[in-house]
């Protein structure tokens, strides 16, 4: 990862001195305890959380002092967009595989950052994605507010424009949200779905209603409804035990 970025990095093995020029030290939590060294000391787990893990890197090497509330914005959509914000810093930003990974980033960066507070910001577009985002991120027990995007979208291509957009949404205050949103589907948002499966198929099958609506709750995911489909359609031959093209079966 640090290569990645091309930061400079020196190994060293346990007891040995820790380079003066040194301003971070990630190790593994068994051995944080014991290291006295004027750096900064992460402990780093074996299924630690990377993104989570770079953030806090970077909070350290840009601030003099790491006190401050963090804003993290979700910019929504099928794969959200997210920025996180130390001050005028941006110490994070990319894109998430799905609503419900801004829950399980949230929880890493509350760990992560466990002596900080965190406000979490959500643009308003996107209803459905935007209210899966908002139900993960309660139970972190940190600030929520919804963002009025409006001007927050610059043009571009879309992975980069996400992430700017959360830039924007991280730093225009929002409105608090304190309770669970209830996920409602519509039969536009189901049909909608239900012909991207059949343009995934090559036209010959598409998902159940039912299965339509599971995906847009995040309840399972695009992949896993048309693999299920596929089986059965295998399975059906021409009986019609499947929805094809044209069927109104559920």
């Known amino acids: ?72 914005g979700i910019d929504p959509g099928p794969r959200p967009g997210y920025a996180i914000l130390d001050g005028d810093a941006c110490i994070g930003q990319g894109i998430l595989e799905d609503p419900e990974s801004v829950g399980r980033l949230g929880s890493h960066l509350r760990r992560r950052f466990s002596a900080r507070s965190i406000r979490f910001r959500v643009g308003r577009g996107d209803r459905l994605a935007r209210d899966r985002i908002v139900n993960a991120l309660l139970p972190i027990h940190r600030p929520v507010e919804l ?48 012909r991207l499966s059949r343009e995934g198929s090559g036209g010959q099958f598409t998902i159940t209603r039912h299965e339509a609506g599971r995906v847009l709750r995040g309840e399972i995911t695009f992949s896993d409804a048309l693999a299920a489909a596929e089986r059965r359609y295998g399975r059906a031959g021409t009986t019609g035990d499947v929805d094809r093209p044209g069927s109104e079966r559920s």
Do not use: F, K, Y
């Open 147 to 194: 963002v009025n995007e409006q001007g927050t979208t610059p043009r571009g291509l879309r992975r980069p424009r996400d992430a700017a957009a959360a830039r924007q949404i991280a730093r225009s205050a929002g409105r608090p949200v304190h309770t669970e949103v209830e996920l409602i589907v519509t039969p536009g948002e189901v049909a909608n779905l239900q």
């Open 1 to 72: 990862m640090l290569r990645e970025r091309h930061v400079p990095t020196v190994s060293v093995l346990p007891g040995d001195r820790i380079p003066e020029n040194v301003a971070v030290v990630l190790t593994s939590p068994s051995e944080a305890g014991e290291i006295s060294a004027r750096a900064h000391v992460l402990a780093v787990p074996p299924e630690g959380d990377r993104t989570a893990l770079w953030a806090e890197v970077q909070s350290v090497l840009g601030a003099a002092s790491c006190t401050g509330e963090l804003i993290v």
